[in-house]
Nanobody, 120 residues
Framework: VQLVESGGGLVQAGGSLRISCAASGIIFSINVMGWYRQAPGKQRELVATITNGGNTNYADSVKGRFTISRDNAKRMVFLQMNSLKPEDTAVYYC???????????????WGQGTQVTVST
């Protein structure tokens, strides 16, 4: 299973950016998908998650500014980031809980990360 992120980059404070993640490989089912981020010198933290039923969860720091969505048919998850702040600067990692074969446990997979930099 591979998760490949795209769409990161440099944006000015107050701007918007949309990042995407596509899952590929031997996949029977994907439960939770989400985004985490890690800033220099800090631990990786949750940004947002979404279940295959569409239930979402957000970190308090991004509520009202970020929106997570997914396309189950395409096995993709998206993060629309609005009103970006310099403190949002980090490497953003895609996450997915994947069941590769029916009736086996879900396993966690991570993407390689995409850099988001918000300038003042």
């Amino acid at each position: 299973v591979q998760l490949v992120e795209s769409g990161g980059g440099l944006v000015q404070a107050g701007g918007s950016l949309r990042i995407s993640c596509a899952a590929s490989g031997i996949i029977f089912s994907i439960n939770v998908m989400g985004w985490y981020r890690q800033a220099p010198g800090k631990q990786r933290e949750l940004v947002a998650t979404i279940t295959n039923g569409g239930n979402t969860n957000y970190a308090d720091s991004v509520k009202g500014r970020f929106t997570i969505s997914r396309d189950n048919a395409k096995r993709m998850v998206f993060l629309q980031m609005n009103s970006l702040k310099p403190e949002d600067t980090a490497v953003y990692y895609c996450y997915a809980a994947v069941q590769e074969v029916v009736r086996t446990p879900y396993r966690a997979y991570w993407g390689q990360g995409t850099q988001v930099t918000v300038s003042t």
